[in-house]
């Protein structure tokens, strides 16, 4: 196996609270790996850790790809190889759904400077990859939340990331466009090879898509597991998914 993640002692207070508690995890090549956790677990906070957005508090260490993410800041952990979706999409609004990928894709890795046209060569190949074909020009202020969550992984893979940070990106969508889009989830893994880092609160396709659990309560791992393993753990099920095995097992 060969680590392409790697967390220690990872904490944060915001005043009194414990926000995450010393937290450590390895994310191997490869793998998709799955986060959960109820609202206020402290899944959010994790990934902001991880992308730079705050900072942990003394003692971590978080290293990705041989490099330290201590003190680097998001647009450079970006450059590395890391990217990103957000619970609630963040389109560049103004700009056109074809241009938001552009932007994206000015974050790639390796100190690439290549041409405004090649740039908007890659976007179009994403937004058909994602299913945007046709809405290249639309402002991106009329997509739907699907399409605008579609968007986002293409933005998101715009920066030839080797790995890709999911924050729920199934949350408002029907059972239709979740089929759709974890299907799509699949494909990015399997044509580039790429690890992911799923947080999601669906669970059904949650556990067909992860390789692996990390489950976390109040800012604390409290199991890790395959699916089958974590549905029934007994801190998950009293943490999370409810108060019974069978229940549990009905919810995977």
Do not use: W
Request: charged residues 25%; negative net charge.
């Amino acid at each position: 196996m060969n680590a392409l993640l790697e967390v220690e002692h990872l904490n944060k207070h915001f005043g009194g609270l414990h926000a995450v508690k010393d937290v450590a995890f390895t994310v191997e090549r490869g793998e998709i790996i799955g986060i959960l956790g109820p609202n206020g677990a402290g899944k959010t906070t994790l990934y902001n850790l991880l992308t730079g957005f705050i900072a942990p508090d003394a003692g971590a260490r978080v290293v990705f790809d041989g490099h330290s993410l201590l003190g680097v800041a998001p647009h450079r952990i970006a450059s590395l190889g890391i990217s990103r979706t957000f619970q609630l999409c963040r389109p560049f609004v103004g700009l056109s759904v074809v241009e938001n990928v552009v932007v994206g894709a000015l974050g790639s890795r390796r100190g690439e400077r290549p041409r405004r046209g090649d740039l908007e060569a890659r976007a179009h190949v994403l937004l058909q990859r994602v299913g945007l074909t046709g809405k290249e020009g639309m402002p991106v202020e009329v997509l739907s939340y699907g399409d605008q969550r579609r968007l986002e992984i293409a933005r998101a893979l715009a920066a030839r990331p080797s790995l890709l940070l999911l924050d729920e990106p199934f949350a408002g969508l029907g059972s239709g466009e979740i089929a759709e889009l974890s299907a799509l989830i699949r494909q990015v893994h399997a044509d580039d090879g790429l690890t992911v880092l799923l947080i999601e609160h669906k669970l059904r396709e949650f556990m067909r898509l992860v390789d692996r659990v990390i489950a976390l309560d109040f800012g604390e791992v409290i199991a890790r597991g395959t699916p089958e393993e974590i549905v029934r753990h007994p801190a998950v099920i009293e943490a999370y998914i409810g108060r019974t095995e069978d229940e549990a097992a009905h919810a995977a």
